[in-house]
């Protein structure tokens, strides 16, 4: 069986990668890349592949039996190129579609649902049994940010009191590795969050733990938020985009206590304590 994984050298994919690799034979598994070079250290077959250029997608996804969709990273432009993949995919004979989408995207109020949840249409209406996995926050979000935050002094977000179910992108990425590399998954829809809800106060008192320093949660208007993203250096469309994210954490939209995805990956996810004391190292 071979296994196809898109965008496999970014963050997620070069992960799930590694985790199929502990599943299935390396020569199984095809890595759909923009940059074969950059590939080279996955020890994997590796693909020209790009979600606009259509002429090469076809050919490049023949004899893929599970091909793992790892959603694009240009926000507005996402569903147009998922389309692409989608169609190529089935004029290719691809057997199986697994997408990453985003946590309860029928409903949620984050600006990425729009596109996620049309993707999924898009693979229902293709024919092709799949499985979607709706992937919650990664914890790396908050966690990539400590080390300014702990010199700073203070957190600052928009949260408010909003629970966020976080995992980290190894969680998700051995979820997508177990459902690539075994069956009984086609057509599920699988909701997949962090074991461990905490909120931006809960964050900042872990922080605080750790760093042996007092760093207190400084909850701000939404407005006062992008300003102060713009003015450490963010430009202003993403500024307001990360600000609208903390309003939907407001909103409960990153909070999940369904435990899907420790059942899946048979083990606890990730928690913050770990996950902060590895980003402070």
Not at 67 to 85: A, D, F, M, P, Y
Not at 119 to 127: N, R, Y
Request: hydrophobic share 40%.
């Amino acid at each position: 069986m071979k296994i196809g994984v898109t965008g496999a050298t970014g963050q997620l994919g070069q992960i799930v990668v590694e985790k199929l690799k502990e599943k299935v034979p390396a020569e199984n598994i095809v890595a759909f890349v923009r940059s074969v070079e950059k590939a080279a250290s996955l020890g994997v077959e590796a693909k020209a592949f790009d979600y606009m250029e259509t002429t090469n997608q076809v050919d490049a996804l023949k004899g893929i039996d599970k091909l793992l969709l790892i959603s694009g990273n240009e926000i507005g432009k996402r569903l147009e190129q998922h389309e692409n993949v989608i169609n190529s995919a089935k004029i290719a004979g691809v057997k199986e579609i697994v997408y990453t989408s985003l946590l309860r995207a029928d409903t949620s109020t984050l600006a990425l649902a729009g596109e996620h949840i049309g993707t999924e249409k898009l693979i229902k209406d293709s024919g092709i049994p799949y499985t979607i996995l709706r992937n919650g926050w990664y914890t790396e979000n908050y966690t990539m940010t400590v080390s300014d935050v702990v010199t700073q002094g203070t957190l600052v977000g928009s949260s408010g009191e909003g629970k966020i179910s976080s995992a980290t992108r190894e969680d998700f990425a051995e979820a997508a590795a177990v459902v690539l590399s075994s069956n009984g998954h086609a057509g599920k829809t699988y909701e997949l969050a962090g074991d461990e809800s905490f909120t931006m106060s809960d964050f900042a008192a872990e922080l605080s733990k750790q760093a042996e320093k007092t760093i207190p949660y400084s909850n701000v208007a939404v407005e006062e938020y992008a300003k102060i993203l713009e003015g450490a250096g963010m430009p202003e469309g993403m500024a307001q985009f990360f600000a609208g994210t903390h309003v939907s954490t407001e909103k409960g939209d990153l909070y999940d206590d369904s435990h899907e995805l420790s059942k899946l990956i048979g083990r606890p996810t990730t928690s913050l304590s770990k996950a902060i004391a590895d980003a402070l190292k």
